[in-house]
């Protein structure tokens, strides 16, 4: 059963763009909202949190936005650089375990 | 400060052997959670230790079991293996407040191959 989904597999952006990651989840009893970052051998690194309290959290060139009516969570990026090109993961949070999506690897065109 | 490590970094294993996976928390985590991440998927939570007691467990059969120590360090075990067991072995460590403020750190992985 999954929670937390990520419906696109890829994306490319040029760089200087936005890029816009996307995050569905069915559970509305989630207490917090994250995003991972992960590079080509080596473990998920995070990047940005909200609570399920807030709408909108924002760090440098990350902002992560949660729609509680429609379970949508978001993370834009601007401007992309080529050294964001990861695997994204959003996952969420309920008591002590943590659901991730699927990933979608983004890849920033210099 | 010493990031969450991970032991071995690879391993080949038959079908019904048994494994072991290794992992050292960050310094002053005394949290550490298992994580399954086979290929195209996102990682699925195993188990989570706080103070060497099993502190919560995801959907998974009981030959999956671990242990942490009292320096916080842990073990995941697996036995009677299967093809499916076949993934990248995710340790993650988070800070004595817990996991809920949203933060873990993850090791580089154990992958596990079972032919």
């Known amino acids: 059963d999954q929670q937390v989904k990520q419906n696109s597999p890829s994306l490319s952006v040029q760089e200087g763009r936005i890029s816009i990651l996307n995050c569905d989840y069915t559970n509305s009893m989630f207490d917090y909202f994250l995003w991972y970052k992960k590079y080509p051998a080596e473990g998920p690194t995070f990047l940005i949190s909200i609570s399920s309290i807030k709408d909108k959290n924002e760090d440098g060139r990350f902002t992560v936005f949660l729609n509680k009516s429609a379970k949508h969570l978001s993370l834009h990026i601007v401007p992309s650089q080529p050294g964001d090109s990861a695997v994204y993961f959003c996952?969420?949070?309920?008591?002590?375990?943590?659901?991730f999506g699927t990933g979608t690897s983004l890849t920033v065109i210099p | 400060e010493t990031g969450v490590t991970q032991s071995p970094t690879h391993l080949i294993k038959t079908r019904g052997q048994q494994v072991t996976l290794r992992c050292s928390s960050q310094s002053g985590h005394n949290t550490v959670s298992w994580y399954q991440q086979a290929l195209g998927q996102g990682p699925q939570f195993i188990f989570q230790?706080?103070?060497?007691?099993?502190?919560g467990r995801g959907n998974f059969p009981p030959r999956f079991s671990g242990l942490q120590f009292p320096n916080y360090s842990s073990e995941l075990n697996v036995n009677a293996l299967e093809l499916d067991d076949s993934a990248l072995y995710l340790c993650a460590s988070s800070p004595p407040q817990g996991p809920n403020t949203g933060e873990l750190f993850f090791g580089e992985g154990s992958r596990l191959t079972v032919l």
């Open positions: 996952a969420a949070i309920k008591g002590n375990q943590f659901y």
């Open positions: 230790y706080y103070r060497e007691e099993e502190n």
